[in-house]
């Protein structure tokens, strides 16, 4: 029972880890130079911005 407990808060800590991450870098995305932002448009990992999980990837969060 005590792995369960301690699972479940490293996978809450890593959710939330991850949500900041996200919410960070859109925010630098938001506030960067528009002719840098058109520069990066279309250039993410997936070809998509805002940032989105790679379809291969979606499953696994």
Do not use: W
């Not at 996978?11 to 002719?35: F, M, Y």
């Amino acid at each position: 029972m005590q792995i369960a407990r301690m699972y479940k808060l490293a996978k809450g800590s890593a959710v939330e880890a991850r949500t900041q991450a996200i919410n960070r870098l859109k925010a630098v995305l938001l506030s960067a130079d528009p002719n840098l932002r058109e520069e990066l448009d279309g250039r993410g990992k997936c070809g998509t911005l805002p940032l989105q999980p790679c379809p291969r990837h979606r499953g696994s969060m």
